[in-house]
């Protein structure tokens, strides 16, 4: 196979463009694509400050990475979760975004330490609590979007970026569809405006595979954590996500299409009943906007 730009020995093929690329040019498309999201969904400017959601994997690590190449006002943030799993995932995560920002001088890291600032691990309150008892992920997930939302405000940033890839897009929306959740695929979008004291949450790789987002890592030589979370193996994203692999082999670019498509109906007006907006107020305890009377998800969890 040869690069479609330079006819050199192509090292990466994407089946659903019909597009081969060298090591060099598939360095340049990457970030290509990405801008173009960040434009096409007006997600920030470069006069933006935007935090980027690291968690130490290829595609919050690779977005970073994409965002500095492209001169945009990048800071990380990592959040500690405690969770060990036996091969001390939380610790190793943050030693691979050390070692990230090592050859990258400049960039800002924010940290918080879930079991440092609330006295217990995520896997501790997901025990305690009858919210977390056998779904820790559901527990994880809610504290990892008070913390990013709750960072962003007090550091006043314009934007909140998480490593979302088409995958990870695709499985949800398939899940979401599966169980007509409508809130939920109201909901799902590239961008999420910012509502109140709640930053606008952005997911610039929305439309690129997480093979390509793997494959950007590894050519720019940018090490992450292989191992997912502990916890998350077996899930049921990751069930759906096997499902559309396979759909995928057959018809490739279907992942692409599925989400794509849901992205234009929605355009066209269908869940706009159920995207009026929902009421926040303050949290009776913290003052993070919420849904919830009274105290908010996250402080009623501790
Ligand atoms: P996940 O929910 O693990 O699939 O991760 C989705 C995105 O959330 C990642 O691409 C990151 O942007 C962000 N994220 C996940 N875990 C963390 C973490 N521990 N700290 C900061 N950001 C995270
Ligand atoms: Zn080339
Ligand atoms: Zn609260």
């Given amino acids: 196979m040869k690069c479609r ?17 060298c090591a060099e040019h598939y360095l340049e498309w990457f970030p290509e694509q990405v801008e173009r999201a960040i434009n096409k969904y007006k997600m920030f400017t470069h006069d933006d400050k935007v935090l980027v959601a690291v968690s130490g994997g290829k595609d919050s690590l690779t977005l970073w990475d994409v965002l500095l190449g492209l001169g945009y006002r990048a800071e990380g943030l990592y959040i500690g979760l405690g ?3 036996g091969l001390g995932y939380s610790d190793l995560s943050l030693e691979k975004i050390e070692g990230f920002m090592a050859t990258r001088p400049g ?3 924010h940290k918080v330490d879930i079991p440092e600032s609330y006295g217990e691990s995520v896997p501790e309150v997901a025990a305690r609590t009858q919210r977390g008892r056998g779904k820790p992920c559901a527990v994880c997930g809610l504290i990892k979007r008070y913390v990013m939302n709750r960072a962003a405000s007090e ?16 499985a949800v929306l398939f899940g979401n569809t599966l169980h007509w959740q409508v ?6 979008a590239p961008v999420l405006e910012e509502q109140g004291d709640l930053a606008r949450k952005v997911k610039p790789l929305c439309r690129l595979y997480e093979r390509e ?9 940018i090490d992450y954590i292989y191992d997912e979370c ?10 759906y996500k096997e499902l559309l692999n396979e759909l995928e082999l057959d018809s490739p670019g279907a992942k692409l299409q599925f989400y794509l498509s849901f992205l234009k109906a929605k355009e066209q007006g269908l869940f706009q009943q159920a995207m009026e907006q929902v009421t926040l107020h303050p949290c009776e305890n913290c003052g993070q906007p919420t849904t919830a009377p009274g105290l908010c998800t996250f402080c009623r969890l501790w």
């Fill in 83 to 85: 969770v060990d799993g």
């Fill in 230 to 239: 502990p916890h998350a193996v077996g899930s049921t994203t990751n069930r």
């Fill in 155 to 170: 550091g006043n940033f314009d934007a909140l970026a998480t490593g979302h890839n088409l995958d990870d897009e695709a």
């Fill in 183 to 188: 809130g939920y695929l109201a909901r799902q």
């Fill in 213 to 221: 987002a793997a494959a950007y890592a590894l050519i720019k030589g």
């Fill in 5 to 21: 730009k330079c006819g050199r020995q192509a090292v990466f093929n994407m089946r659903r463009h019909k597009l081969a690329l």
């Fill in 107 to 109: 960039a800002a890291l």
